[in-house]
Protein backbone atom coordinates (compact mmCIF):
# COMPACT_ATOMS: atom_id res chain seq x y z
CA UNK A 1 0.00 0.00 0.00
CA UNK A 2 1.12 3.67 -1.01
CA UNK A 3 0.60 6.29 1.68
CA UNK A 4 0.87 9.94 0.71
CA UNK A 5 4.32 12.03 0.85
CA UNK A 6 5.30 14.02 2.95
CA UNK A 7 4.23 17.28 0.38
CA UNK A 8 0.66 15.86 0.69
CA UNK A 9 -0.64 15.53 3.60
CA UNK A 10 -0.84 17.22 7.20
CA UNK A 11 1.87 15.90 10.02
CA UNK A 12 0.75 13.70 12.57
CA UNK A 13 1.46 14.06 16.00
CA UNK A 14 3.05 10.99 18.04
CA UNK A 15 0.35 9.82 20.64
CA UNK A 16 2.59 10.05 24.17
CA UNK A 17 0.37 8.60 25.95
CA UNK A 18 2.61 6.47 28.39
CA UNK A 19 5.41 7.53 30.86
CA UNK A 20 8.50 5.91 29.62
CA UNK A 21 11.16 3.35 31.66
CA UNK A 22 14.53 3.24 30.04
CA UNK A 23 16.24 0.15 31.72
CA UNK A 24 19.93 -1.62 30.67
CA UNK A 25 19.82 -5.27 30.22
CA UNK A 26 22.07 -7.47 28.89
CA UNK A 27 21.64 -10.53 26.68
CA UNK A 28 24.34 -13.80 26.95
CA UNK A 29 26.72 -15.23 24.04
CA UNK A 30 27.75 -18.59 24.06
CA UNK A 31 31.42 -17.36 24.24
CA UNK A 32 30.41 -16.40 27.79
CA UNK A 33 30.54 -12.62 26.71
CA UNK A 34 27.20 -10.31 26.96
CA UNK A 35 25.40 -8.33 24.73
CA UNK A 36 24.18 -4.96 26.20
CA UNK A 37 20.57 -3.58 25.32
CA UNK A 38 18.76 -0.09 26.46
CA UNK A 39 15.25 -0.69 26.88
CA UNK A 40 12.68 1.80 26.49
CA UNK A 41 8.82 0.94 27.47
CA UNK A 42 5.98 1.62 28.87
CA UNK A 43 5.44 2.31 32.39
CA UNK A 44 2.40 0.61 33.67
CA UNK A 45 -0.38 -2.04 31.57
CA UNK A 46 -0.97 -1.57 28.30
CA UNK A 47 -4.99 0.15 27.52
CA UNK A 48 -7.47 -3.07 27.80
CA UNK A 49 -7.73 -3.40 24.04
CA UNK A 50 -3.76 -3.24 23.37
CA UNK A 51 -2.39 -5.13 26.31
CA UNK A 52 0.21 -6.60 26.32
CA UNK A 53 2.14 -4.25 24.13
CA UNK A 54 4.17 -4.74 21.00
CA UNK A 55 7.74 -5.22 20.93
CA UNK A 56 10.31 -4.50 18.66
CA UNK A 57 14.25 -4.43 18.32
CA UNK A 58 15.81 -1.45 17.30
CA UNK A 59 19.01 -1.47 14.92
CA UNK A 60 20.89 1.81 14.71
CA UNK A 61 22.67 2.74 11.41
CA UNK A 62 26.25 4.12 11.28
CA UNK A 63 27.82 2.37 7.87
CA UNK A 64 27.89 -0.91 9.59
CA UNK A 65 31.16 0.44 11.60
CA UNK A 66 29.73 3.58 13.85
CA UNK A 67 27.13 4.47 16.51
CA UNK A 68 26.12 2.38 19.70
CA UNK A 69 22.60 1.45 21.56
CA UNK A 70 21.75 5.04 22.38
CA UNK A 71 21.93 6.16 18.50
CA UNK A 72 18.32 5.92 18.40
CA UNK A 73 17.32 6.87 21.82
CA UNK A 74 14.71 9.74 20.10
CA UNK A 75 13.05 7.16 18.00
CA UNK A 76 12.70 4.28 20.96
CA UNK A 77 11.49 6.71 23.46
CA UNK A 78 8.89 8.01 21.14
CA UNK A 79 7.23 4.76 20.58
CA UNK A 80 8.00 3.73 24.19
CA UNK A 81 5.63 6.45 24.80
CA UNK A 82 2.94 5.55 22.19
CA UNK A 83 3.00 2.35 24.10
CA UNK A 84 5.77 -0.17 22.20
CA UNK A 85 8.45 -1.67 23.78
CA UNK A 86 11.98 -1.04 22.15
CA UNK A 87 15.19 -3.15 23.17
CA UNK A 88 18.19 -1.34 20.97
CA UNK A 89 21.12 -4.19 21.19
CA UNK A 90 24.63 -3.09 21.53
CA UNK A 91 25.46 -5.79 18.72
CA UNK A 92 29.56 -6.35 17.49
CA UNK A 93 31.08 -4.11 14.28
CA UNK A 94 34.41 -3.94 12.89
CA UNK A 95 36.53 -4.51 14.34
CA UNK A 96 35.43 -6.83 16.74
CA UNK A 97 32.84 -8.13 14.07
CA UNK A 98 32.50 -8.10 10.04
CA UNK A 99 29.20 -9.52 7.92
CA UNK A 100 28.14 -11.95 9.21
CA UNK A 101 28.28 -11.36 12.87
CA UNK A 102 26.20 -8.33 13.14
CA UNK A 103 23.51 -9.97 11.52
CA UNK A 104 24.13 -13.17 14.23
CA UNK A 105 23.78 -10.70 17.00
CA UNK A 106 20.87 -8.83 16.10
CA UNK A 107 19.52 -12.70 15.43
CA UNK A 108 20.25 -13.43 18.60
CA UNK A 109 18.54 -10.19 20.45
CA UNK A 110 15.49 -10.83 18.57
CA UNK A 111 14.97 -14.13 19.95
CA UNK A 112 15.95 -12.92 23.30
CA UNK A 113 13.68 -10.33 23.03
CA UNK A 114 10.66 -12.90 22.53
CA UNK A 115 12.22 -15.12 25.83
CA UNK A 116 11.74 -12.26 27.87
CA UNK A 117 8.81 -10.37 26.23
CA UNK A 118 6.12 -11.58 29.59
CA UNK A 119 8.36 -10.61 31.60
CA UNK A 120 8.68 -6.86 29.79
CA UNK A 121 4.95 -6.67 29.33
CA UNK A 122 4.30 -8.08 25.48
CA UNK A 123 4.07 -11.75 23.92
CA UNK A 124 6.70 -13.21 21.93
CA UNK A 125 4.31 -13.49 18.79
CA UNK A 126 4.35 -9.43 18.84
CA UNK A 127 7.80 -8.89 18.76
CA UNK A 128 9.44 -7.26 15.46
CA UNK A 129 12.37 -4.91 14.61
CA UNK A 130 13.14 -1.86 13.60
CA UNK A 131 15.94 -0.54 11.89
CA UNK A 132 17.99 2.57 10.41
CA UNK A 133 20.07 2.75 7.56
CA UNK A 134 22.76 0.33 7.93
CA UNK A 135 20.93 -1.24 10.69
CA UNK A 136 17.40 -1.44 8.06
CA UNK A 137 19.79 -3.69 6.13
CA UNK A 138 21.05 -5.84 9.18
CA UNK A 139 16.59 -6.21 9.88
CA UNK A 140 16.18 -7.08 6.50
CA UNK A 141 18.86 -10.13 6.60
CA UNK A 142 17.19 -11.10 10.13
CA UNK A 143 13.32 -10.97 8.65
CA UNK A 144 13.98 -12.66 5.19
CA UNK A 145 16.10 -15.55 6.67
CA UNK A 146 15.67 -15.92 10.28
CA UNK A 147 15.67 -20.02 9.75
CA UNK A 148 19.58 -19.44 8.25
CA UNK A 149 22.20 -21.22 10.24
CA UNK A 150 24.68 -18.59 10.02
CA UNK A 151 22.91 -15.80 11.53
CA UNK A 152 21.08 -17.88 14.05
CA UNK A 153 24.50 -19.32 14.83
CA UNK A 154 24.60 -18.29 18.25
CA UNK A 155 22.14 -20.41 20.91
CA UNK A 156 20.37 -18.48 23.28
CA UNK A 157 20.80 -20.76 26.97
CA UNK A 158 17.36 -21.81 27.94
CA UNK A 159 14.72 -20.82 25.40
CA UNK A 160 13.85 -22.46 21.91
CA UNK A 161 12.75 -18.95 20.46
CA UNK A 162 12.87 -18.44 16.56
CA UNK A 163 13.61 -15.03 14.87
CA UNK A 164 10.25 -14.95 12.92
CA UNK A 165 9.22 -11.77 13.40
CA UNK A 166 5.78 -9.80 13.57
CA UNK A 167 6.13 -6.67 11.54
CA UNK A 168 9.75 -4.96 10.13
CA UNK A 169 9.83 -1.08 10.20
CA UNK A 170 12.68 -0.27 7.87
CA UNK A 171 14.00 3.78 7.79
CA UNK A 172 16.59 4.96 5.03
CA UNK A 173 17.61 1.58 4.64
CA UNK A 174 20.57 -0.12 2.33
CA UNK A 175 18.46 -2.63 1.12
CA UNK A 176 21.02 -2.99 -1.74
CA UNK A 177 24.45 -2.80 -0.39
CA UNK A 178 26.17 -3.17 -3.75
CA UNK A 179 24.16 -0.97 -5.33
CA UNK A 180 25.30 1.92 -2.82
CA UNK A 181 28.94 0.70 -2.66
CA UNK A 182 29.14 1.29 -6.75
CA UNK A 183 27.55 4.55 -6.38
CA UNK A 184 30.20 5.78 -3.19
CA UNK A 185 32.98 4.37 -5.73
CA UNK A 186 31.97 6.44 -8.65
CA UNK A 187 31.16 9.51 -6.28
CA UNK A 188 34.97 8.64 -4.08
CA UNK A 189 32.89 9.21 -0.84
CA UNK A 190 35.30 7.81 1.10
CA UNK A 191 34.22 7.23 4.46
CA UNK A 192 31.25 5.18 2.68
CA UNK A 193 34.66 3.39 1.26
CA UNK A 194 35.94 2.93 4.16
CA UNK A 195 32.98 1.38 5.93
CA UNK A 196 32.18 -0.82 3.36
CA UNK A 197 35.57 -2.28 3.56
CA UNK A 198 35.74 -2.58 7.12
CA UNK A 199 32.36 -4.73 7.07
CA UNK A 200 31.92 -6.88 3.95
CA UNK A 201 34.40 -9.14 2.32
CA UNK A 202 34.71 -8.15 -1.04
CA UNK A 203 31.57 -7.41 -3.80
CA UNK A 204 30.46 -10.91 -3.56
CA UNK A 205 29.66 -11.27 -0.06
CA UNK A 206 27.90 -7.83 -0.56
CA UNK A 207 25.79 -10.02 -3.42
CA UNK A 208 25.29 -12.33 -0.99
CA UNK A 209 23.96 -10.40 1.89
CA UNK A 210 21.48 -8.58 -0.68
CA UNK A 211 17.91 -7.66 0.79
CA UNK A 212 17.18 -6.45 -2.96
CA UNK A 213 18.75 -9.76 -4.53
CA UNK A 214 17.30 -11.91 -1.57
CA UNK A 215 14.02 -10.86 -2.65
CA UNK A 216 14.09 -10.95 -6.41
CA UNK A 217 15.52 -14.47 -6.65
CA UNK A 218 12.80 -15.28 -4.18
CA UNK A 219 15.81 -16.66 -1.50
CA UNK A 220 13.64 -15.84 1.09
CA UNK A 221 11.59 -17.72 4.44
CA UNK A 222 9.69 -15.34 5.52
CA UNK A 223 8.12 -11.59 4.08
CA UNK A 224 7.14 -9.96 7.41
CA UNK A 225 4.58 -6.92 6.76
CA UNK A 226 6.74 -3.67 6.14
CA UNK A 227 6.71 -0.37 6.65
CA UNK A 228 9.81 2.03 4.65
CA UNK A 229 10.46 5.39 6.03
CA UNK A 230 12.23 7.23 3.25
CA UNK A 231 13.42 11.08 2.41
CA UNK A 232 13.80 12.04 -1.23
CA UNK A 233 17.44 13.98 -0.84
CA UNK A 234 18.81 11.28 0.64
CA UNK A 235 22.57 11.13 -0.69
CA UNK A 236 23.88 7.90 1.35
CA UNK A 237 21.37 5.84 -0.99
CA UNK A 238 20.43 5.82 -4.45
CA UNK A 239 17.71 7.41 -5.52
CA UNK A 240 15.45 4.20 -6.25
CA UNK A 241 16.39 1.99 -3.34
CA UNK A 242 13.15 2.47 -1.52
CA UNK A 243 11.35 2.20 -4.17
CA UNK A 244 12.88 -0.66 -5.88
CA UNK A 245 12.58 -2.47 -3.09
CA UNK A 246 9.10 -2.14 -1.67
CA UNK A 247 8.48 -3.13 -6.07
CA UNK A 248 10.39 -6.22 -5.61
CA UNK A 249 9.07 -6.97 -2.02
CA UNK A 250 5.32 -6.70 -3.26
CA UNK A 251 5.54 -8.46 -6.24
CA UNK A 252 7.07 -11.45 -4.31
CA UNK A 253 3.65 -11.83 -2.16
CA UNK A 254 4.47 -9.21 0.39
CA UNK A 255 3.03 -6.20 2.18
CA UNK A 256 4.82 -3.57 1.79
CA UNK A 257 4.58 0.42 3.05
CA UNK A 258 6.47 3.19 1.14
CA UNK A 259 6.08 6.62 3.56
CA UNK A 260 8.21 9.52 1.76
CA UNK A 261 9.28 12.52 2.94
CA UNK A 262 9.89 15.28 0.42
CA UNK A 263 13.49 16.68 0.65
CA UNK A 264 14.08 15.13 3.43
CA UNK A 265 18.14 13.91 3.90
CA UNK A 266 19.30 10.67 5.36
CA UNK A 267 18.79 9.82 8.84
CA UNK A 268 16.27 13.18 8.91
CA UNK A 269 13.84 11.74 11.54
CA UNK A 270 17.59 11.61 13.90
CA UNK A 271 18.92 14.89 12.88
CA UNK A 272 15.73 16.78 13.41
CA UNK A 273 14.29 15.50 16.54
CA UNK A 274 10.97 17.38 17.14
CA UNK A 275 10.33 18.50 13.79
CA UNK A 276 6.84 17.92 12.08
CA UNK A 277 8.36 15.53 9.61
CA UNK A 278 9.86 13.58 11.71
CA UNK A 279 7.13 13.31 14.60
CA UNK A 280 4.97 12.14 11.52
CA UNK A 281 7.16 9.44 10.87
CA UNK A 282 7.43 8.31 14.22
CA UNK A 283 3.54 8.33 14.58
CA UNK A 284 3.13 6.20 11.23
CA UNK A 285 5.39 4.11 12.48
CA UNK A 286 3.60 3.74 15.93
CA UNK A 287 0.57 3.57 13.88
CA UNK A 288 1.88 0.92 11.82
CA UNK A 289 3.38 -1.54 14.45
CA UNK A 290 0.08 -1.64 17.04
CA UNK A 291 -2.27 -2.26 14.12
CA UNK A 292 0.36 -5.35 13.02
CA UNK A 293 -0.03 -6.35 16.87
CA UNK A 294 -3.87 -5.80 17.52
CA UNK A 295 -4.11 -8.29 13.98
CA UNK A 296 -1.57 -10.94 15.93
Not at 207 to 214: D, F, K, S, T
Amino acid sequence: MAMPGDADMQHAAIDRRYDVIVEEHTCPRPDGSAMALRIARPKGQGLKREAPFPAAIDIHGGGWVLHDRHRNAYIDDSLAAAGIIVAAPEFRMPPEGAYPVSIADNHLAIRWLKANAAALGSRADLVGAIGTSSGGHQLMLCALRPDDARYGALALPGAAFDARLAFAVACWSVFDPLARYRMVREKQVKHLLAAHAAYWADEAAMAEGNPQLIVERRAFTQLPPLLVIQGTRDDNLTDDMADRFVAAYRAAGGDATLKTYEGKPHAFVILEPGTAPSEDAIATMAQFIRARAMNA
